[in-house]
């Protein structure tokens, strides 16, 4: 639960944001104003996270789709390969998506059993010259990575899906 102050200033910055007089929701994408707002959010994200400054953090708006947010990353990564890890519909997508335009490899899977469960750690079969590993943080199928998987010096490509709740084995 996000405190009472962070939800009031989302409330308050909904209606009309601070010297704008609009809220988020009616200015432009393509504003001045949006570009602020975003360029805060991923320096604030990156501080949270302690995210390298040498990585990228990208905004995609619903409009686009999975599959064209998937060639994205794999035609900008440095060598044409990378590890997957499938846990579910999305990941299968994104390796669908990636075997078109490069070498993939399936460093773990859990579909043979209907994805109940996240990949155990000593499962991972990653390959130490992939360009970067694909995980997606929690599944359709209700299930959630509680910290991220270690995959050594490659970076990991990570897909968020947050409107689940509901949560069954956990990693």
């Not at 704008?20 to 570009?35: A, P, Y």
């Not at 409009?63 to 299968?92: E, H, M, Q």
């Not at 997606?136 to 490659?154: A, C, F, I, M």
Request: include cysteine; hydrophobic fraction near 35%.
């Amino acid at each position: 639960m996000l405190p009472e102050d962070v939800l009031k200033e989302a409330q308050e910055n909904l209606f009309a944001l601070p010297g704008v007089g609009m809220s988020i929701l009616e200015i432009s994408h393509r504003s001045k104003t949006f570009d602020k707002v975003i360029n805060e959010a991923k320096a604030d994200l990156k501080s949270l996270l302690s995210i390298n400054e040498k990585l990228t953090i990208s905004c995609f708006y619903r409009r686009c789709k999975p599959p064209v947010l998937y060639g994205t990353v794999k035609f900008n990564a440095p060598k044409n390969k990378a590890d997957y890890i499938i846990t579910g519909s999305w990941s299968k997508k994104a390796l669908k998506e990636a075997k078109r335009v490069g070498a993939t490899n399936i460093a773990a899977t859990t579909e043979s059993e209907n994805f109940t469960r996240i990949p155990k750690q000593e499962e991972l079969k990653l390959d130490a010259d992939a360009s970067y590993v694909h995980f997606t943080s929690t599944t359709q199928y209700g299930t959630e990575w509680h910290k991220e998987p270690e995959v050594g010096n490659v970076p990991a490509c990570l897909r968020c899906i947050f409107r689940h709740t509901k949560q069954k084995k956990l990693m």
